[in-house]
């Protein structure tokens, strides 16, 4: 099975739409269509997570009573008035530093539309099941751009005459030589860590072995 530990902060929107508990339904419903969104979230005053408004709990207020097989927690939520009656709690999130892969479980398990990504309790982005699929979905040749000049160039400082990889079906071949074995483990990591990788094929050789 296909693994992609590229984390979620990579590929979330960041600063989601907040409501307090006491917002009113008709305010929050106001704001779904606003910011063309298709959820909110509810934060207490320290600003953590608290629950989660989605169009899916507005629909009672929307469809009236007249339906016998309602759920008595449906009818309820036709009556509310704030978001603190009508809100879905606990609410299933996934951190911000979880893989890709992970917030996908999540997101088949449940069957939700989107996850709110966290970080200390609060509510720092949106993934949706868009952005999953985006990230998998990402061109070979962005791919290896990132890796090459942004991975082995700049952040290992590791030239053409050093290393080299390329990129097929999100799967990146790394070649070359390094100084020291341990140098070989962290470049598979920060490569793993690229939007849209695979797997790691690392192939590269060492120097001096200074891990035995």
């Known amino acids: 099975m296909k693994t992609i530990t590229t984390p979620v902060s990579e590929v979330m929107t960041a600063r989601p739409v907040c409501a307090r508990a006491e917002t009113p339904v008709k305010e929050i419903a106001a704001m779904l269509a606003r910011e063309g969104i298709s959820a909110v979230a509810v934060v207490d005053h320290a600003g953590a997570l608290v629950g989660v408004v989605s169009e899916k709990d507005l629909l009672p207020m929307v469809r009236g009573g007249r339906f016998r097989w309602w759920r008595r927690r449906d009818a309820r939520k036709a009556r509310a008035r704030s978001a603190r009656e009508v809100m879905t709690s606990p609410v299933v999130t996934v951190a911000a530093d979880e893989s890709v892969s992970e917030a996908a479980a999540k997101l088949d398990k449940t069957g939700l539309r989107r996850l709110f990504v966290v970080e200390d309790g609060r509510p720092a982005g949106v993934v949706a099941r868009r952005d999953v699929l985006r990230a ?20 290992l400082h590791l030239g053409p005459d050093r290393a080299r990889a390329m990129v097929h079906a999100g799967v990146v071949t790394v070649a070359g030589r390094v100084e020291r074995r341990s140098e070989i483990a962290p470049v598979t990591r920060l490569i793993e860590a690229v939007p849209g990788v695979v797997a790691v094929c690392n192939g590269l050789d060492y120097v001096w072995d200074d891990v035995a």
């Open 136 to 155: 998998l979905a990402r061109p070979d040749p962005e791919i290896e751009r990132d890796v090459v000049t942004g991975v082995l160039y700049e952040t």
